[in-house]
């Protein structure tokens, strides 16, 4: 099992950014797909990144594919998530997660889910 704790998160201006982090404990961080989800009020659970154990296959959302980016650190045991450009459509608690599944936009494939971290983009 893989504990997951999300951080980063804040209150931000349109047009800036942020940068959220994922850190692991327990179980080999290295072996896991982690993904990056966000739920905005109202709004069911979203997919918005992942990234495979090496690093070296990445996906993003349509909405953010051009605005974040997502990297790892499995020295560190974290991933991160740059968001950048960022508008009041990306207010959001956003989610990492863990799962084996490269390249899935599911959440059903992540079994390992973190507390969630908030994400408030002012106008």
């Known amino acids: 099992q893989v504990q997951l704790v999300a951080s980063g998160g804040g209150l931000v201006q349109a047009g800036g950014s942020l940068r959220l982090s994922c850190s692991a404990s327990g179980h080999t961080f290295i072996n896991y797909v982690i993904g990056w989800f966000r739920q905005a009020p109202g709004k069911e659970r979203e997919f918005v990144s992942t990234i495979s154990w090496s690093g070296y296959d990445t996906d993003y959302s349509d909405s953010v594919k051009g605005r974040f980016t997502i990297d790892r650190d499995n020295d560190k045991n974290t991933v991160y998530l740059h968001m950048y450009s960022l508008s009041s459509e990306d207010t959001a608690v956003y989610y990492c997660?863990?799962?084996?599944?490269?390249?899935?936009?599911?959440?059903?494939?992540?079994?390992?889910w973190g507390q969630g971290t908030q994400v408030t983009v002012s106008s």
């Open positions: 997660a863990a799962g084996q599944t490269v390249n899935s936009r599911w959440s059903e494939d992540y079994a390992y």
